[in-house]
Structure formats: C-alpha cells, structure tokens
C-alpha cells in the first residue's frame, strides 16, 4: 500500500471509530438533522403541492361560449375555425347538445335518474375554450360574446382574478419562506457538528502540537460530517416518503375532487436534493467548525 | 539550536509580556526558565511553540528563522520539538500506547515503524506493562511518563516542558526530573519552565530567570534564588 492510499485509510477508519466513540453526540447530530431535513422536505413538498393544485385550477379556467340551437353544423365548422385562430387561444372544443347531456348525467351519478323525466335535450351546444394564459381569458370572453351565433359566455369572472391574486401571493411567500427555512437548517446543522468539533478541541489542540498538518487534521472530521451528513439525510428521506404516501391516501379519500399528484417522483427528486444538501452541510459544516479550532 | 534576538512580545490589550529579550541555547543544552507568575514565561514557551507570533524581533529555532515561516510549513517544524505540559494533555479514550502512536499517526509514519517506536520509547520511560492501560487508570506521574514519551517518539532534537512537575509530588517529580536528565545525555536538547525550587537547586543545571519580560539572570550552574 502506497503511503497515500494507506493515509485515507487511516482517515476513514479513524472517522469511523470517532463515530462510535463518540456514540451519542453522532445520534443527537444525526437526530437534528433528521428533523431539520423532515420539517424542510414537508415544506417544500406542500408548497410544490399546492403549486400543483393551483397550476391545476388554473388550467381549468376556460371559457365557453352556448351556441344557439339555431346554429347549423356548417357554421359551427367555420367558427371553431376563427376561434382557433384568435390570438391566446390554445385549444378550442365543440361540446354538441348530446355529449352536454351525457356529461351530466356521468356527473350526476346515480342520481341521473331524474334526468329520465326529461323528454327533450334542454342543453345547448356549446365551445370550451382554453387560453394559453389564464390572463387572456376575460378578454377573450369580451371578443366571443360578438359572434352572432353565440348566445351567452360563461366565465369564472370575479372568482377567476382572485385565484390568480392567491396563487401569485402563495408562490412568492412559499419561495421565500423555503429560502428562509433552508437556511435555518443550514444554522441548526452546522451549529450541531460545530458542538461535536468542539467535544474534540483537545484532540484537535494534540494533533497540531505533535506537527500534524491541517489538512490531516480536516479530513477525518469532513469524512465524519459527510456520513453525519448522509445518514441524517436518508433517515429523513425515509420519513418523508412514507409520511407523503400516507397523507396523500388520506387526503384523496377525503377530498376526491383535489387533483392531487400521488406519484412518488417528486419525492425522488426531493430525496437526490436532500441527499446533496446534507453531504454538503455535513462536509462543510465540519470544515467551517474546525477552522476556528486550526487557527491557534 | 534556539536563538532569540531583541524578542518583544506585546499583546493586544496592551500588555508586554516580553521585551527585548536575547538568549541563545545551545544543542544538547539543559535550561531551566524560572521566574514569578505572569512575568512572561508563558508567553517565552508559547513562541517556541509558535502559539504565539513575537512583535518584534526574532526568533531561529534549528536554523530556521519562525517568523519568515508561512502558516503550511510550521507542522514541520513542530516535529521537530516535543512538548510536555503540565496537565499531561493525553487522550483519556485512547490507551497508553494508543496515545503515545497517535503522535506518529497524524505525521504519517508507517504503521511498522510506530510499533517498533512505541515499544522503544515505553521501555525508556519505564511503562513497558502498561501499554495497554488507559490514561486514568494511572498515577500522575506515570500519565506524565506517557506525556514525555508522546513528546519524544519522534525524536525531536528539542523537548520544551511547561511546568511538567507542577501537578506531581516531590518524590515523583524528581523521578520526572531524572527522565529528563536520561533524556538529555542522549543529545536533546531541554528547555523546562518550573516553578520547582528544589529540583531546580539539585540539578545544577543553567537557569535562566525572566522577571517582568526580561530575563534578569542567566547562570551556567545557576539555583532558583527568588522568594515565590
């Protein structure tokens, strides 16, 4: 074994020994860290969620133009053509009197029953139309009330502009209140490894009298801060995940109609984020710690 | 091996702890550094150490002047000084020949080596059958054998000793004392700060007395001669 080779050794295995020599300091290191990483992760995972479910609301909001019964198939070609063409349309859908009628009924359910009563179709044909941007629909609402063949245009109006109010407020404030958070884990977990530093500023103090260089000092401390690090960040993956699974089961039998996204990828993507963050506190949190301790 | 030229030492509150202090020390030298507390003894160690920086002056300690040294070089040249404290500063989790390889570690020595190393120096400082003690389970001066031992594994042509008898009996320090002076008839050279008029008195060794940042004596067979 080469001196080098057998020098990072030395490190990891000394890293390790530290860890369990010094059992309980680890435990309270790994423990802060895991609930720092827990609180940060359910964070981000409500803000993203409710940034979900208002992107999600938000592309609801269309709206649709009743055609008179009236209007022939030909001009319904012709219009669905020039609406199309308007300026911040995305998608235009004719909606005829019978797929109305079945849509009802589906959304009545078992209380579609009543609808038998009815001999006649009273729904009207009707256009759903999307706009490429929330913000153009009440001035598309404006320019579908001009067609002749158009006899009413429904919007959320009103409702529609405060959402996007809402949904502008909560994105600032989600995004500001995880920087500020972020960095609050980033304090507690430096300041928990800066405790186990100081536990060992003996050691320290005995390794640089006997002319060990800084950098052999500083190594098995960041090793240590790394697995600190990894450790803590992987308990509280865990925890996350299965507290994710959990709480979206519960809440999707509770609130069906919430278009709620119970995919696991956006908790994968979370954990490679958590991952990082905690290697990298742990490594530099070490680094920063021992620096005081290297001075003197 | 050591030299110090018109060395003066103030602090940043403003206190001078040295001023303008020449001594020379040669290799294979005994020195004692006697004087009353707070009259800059401390503060002579902590330069050797390179604890400190001296505001003025200068300081050669084996060839090389410390205060042209930048901060990467000085682990080197403190291998080349063992050091003994007072309170021992050992390992208490790490045992006898733990704490004693742990100084060859951390300067990269081959794992073959420290062995042979350890094993030399316990049987010099007499510990050979407690190699596999911890450092509590020991008297005060055995600790302080371990100390020593630690200090001089990596045979360092220097041996700097802060006080080394000031947490020891009489009895035992002497017993210290006679470590050092086998210590020095190998061709170290010692440097002792002590409070300890009797050894000091013994030994008849050259004593060296700072009194308020200045040394006011300097005696080739010198005795300690102040009231404490």
């Known amino acids: ?34 609930v720092s990483l827990v609180i940060l992760g359910m964070f981000v995972m409500t803000i993203a969620s409710l940034g979900n479910l208002v992107s999600a609301l938000e592309s609801k909001v ?6 008179k019964d009236s209007t022939t198939p030909t001009e319904v070609v012709k219009l669905q053509k020039i609406i199309g063409d308007l300026p911040g349309v995305k998608e235009v859908e004719f909606v005829s009197k019978e797929t109305a009628f079945h849509q009802l009924k589906e959304k009545m359910g078992n209380k579609s029953k009543v609808l038998e009563a009815v001999k006649t179709n009273p729904l009207p044909s009707s256009f759903e139309v999307k706009a490429k941007d929330p913000l153009f629909v009440s001035k598309l609402a404006n320019k579908l009330i001009t067609f002749k063949q158009v006899e009413e245009v429904k919007y959320g109006k009103g409702v529609v502009e405060k959402l996007f109010a809402l949904t502008r ?13 972020t960095l609050a884990t980033i304090y507690i977990i430096v300041n928990t490894i800066r405790l186990t530093v100081f536990a060992r500023r003996k050691e320290i103090r005995i ?25 803590g960040a992987l308990l509280s993956v ?18 069906p109609f919430l278009p709620l996204d119970n995919n696991l990828a956006s908790v994968a993507d979370l954990s490679y984020w958590l991952l990082l963050v905690g290697i990298v506190i742990g490594a530099v949190g070490s680094s920063i710690s021992l620096h005081k301790f290297l001075q003197d | ?41 401390s503060t002579f160690i902590k330069l050797m150490l390179l604890q400190e920086n001296q505001t003025k002056g200068t300081i050669i300690i084996n060839g090389k002047i410390i205060n042209k040294l930048k901060s990467r070089e000085i682990p080197y040249l403190r291998r080349t000084m063992g050091v003994v404290f007072q309170d021992f500063k050992l390992l208490l989790n790490k045992t006898v020949a733990e704490n004693i390889a742990f100084a060859l570690e951390v300067i990269e020595t081959p794992p073959k080596e420290i062995r042979r190393r350890v094993l030399n120096v316990l049987d010099l400082v007499g510990l050979q059958d407690k190699a596999r003690v911890l450092p509590t389970e020991l008297s005060g001066g055995e600790q302080q054998r371990v100390a020593i031992a630690r200090a001089i594994v990596n045979n360092p042509p220097l041996l700097i000793a802060d006080e080394p008898t000031g947490n020891l009996d009489p009895d035992t320090s002497w017993e210290i004392m006679e470590l050092f002076t086998r210590i020095n008839t190998r061709g170290t050279t010692i440097l002792m700060a002590t409070h300890d008029r009797d050894i000091v008195n013994r030994s008849k060794k050259r004593v060296v007395a700072i009194e308020s940042g200045q040394i006011v004596r ?10 404490d």
């Open chain 1, 1 to 34: 074994m080469t001196m080098r080779t057998r020098t990072y050794f030395y490190f990891l295995r000394q890293s390790l020994i530290s860890l369990t020599r010094n059992g309980l300091m680890s435990l309270a290191s790994i423990g802060t860290m895991v």
């Open chain 1, 62 to 67: 269309e709206v649709v133009a009743f055609l």
């Open chain 1, 169 to 181: 407020v909560l994105r600032i404030v989600g995004v500001v209140l995880t920087v500020l958070l």
């Open chain 1, 207 to 231: 390794m640089k009298l006997v002319g060990a260089t800084d950098w052999f000092i500083r190594w098995p401390f960041v090793i240590e801060g790394i697995i600190l690090g990894l450790v």
């Open chain 1, 238 to 255: 865990l925890v996350l995940r299965e507290s994710y699974v959990f709480v979206i089961d519960k809440l999707q039998n509770q609130l």
């Open chain 2, 1 to 41: 091996m050591i030299e110090m030229q018109n060395v003066s030492k103030i602090y940043n509150n403003g206190v001078v702890a040295l001023s303008k202090v020449n001594i020379k020390i040669g290799k294979g030298e005994f020195v004692f550094v006697v004087g009353p507390s707070g009259a800059g003894k």
């Open chain 2, 218 to 227: 300097d005696e080739k067979r010198g005795v300690y001669d102040y009231a």
